[in-house]
């Protein structure tokens, strides 16, 4: 079945850096867009990042992570990546991926995803 497992997350302290997996299985990764979200506690799942499916020349960010988030694919490993820079105490959230085959032109509806992974936490405190 499809299947998305992300990895990497913890506590570090604003400034940090992290790198964010997600890995997977059960389907033909290489076709697939995969987007990264993230919720924080009390509000509403947004999207922060997409990577195209196939060689990922797409990518799209959130304004508020530009420049300080880089998403990147392996399609031989099945893995995508999400390395956070300066990290702000506003980026604590549960992050997760989901994959489908969308435009990252337009990728931020949480109903355009069939799959997702179970989360990550991300926490941002000194």
């Known amino acids: 079945q499809y299947q998305l497992v992300e990895s990497g997350g913890g506590l570090v302290q604003p400034g940090g850096s992290l790198r964010l997996s997600c890995a997977a299985s059960?389907?033909?990764?290489?076709?697939?867009?995969i987007a990264w979200f993230r919720q924080a506690p009390g509000k509403e799942r947004e999207g922060v990042s997409c990577?195209?499916?196939?060689?990922?020349?797409?990518?799209n960010y959130a304004d508020s992570v530009k420049g300080r988030f880089t998403v990147s694919r392996d399609n031989a490993k099945n893995m995508v990546w999400l390395q956070i820079n300066s990290l702000k105490p506003e980026d604590t959230a549960v992050y997760y991926c989901?994959?489908?085959?969308?435009?990252?032109?337009?990728?931020?509806?949480?109903?355009?995803?069939?799959?997702w992974g179970q989360g990550t936490q991300v926490t941002v405190s000194s």
């Open positions: 990577i195209s499916g196939g060689d990922g020349r797409i990518t």
């Open positions: 059960g389907f033909s990764f290489h076709y697939y867009a």
């Open positions: 989901a994959a489908d085959l969308i435009d990252c032109r337009v990728y931020t509806d949480n109903y355009q995803y069939g799959t």
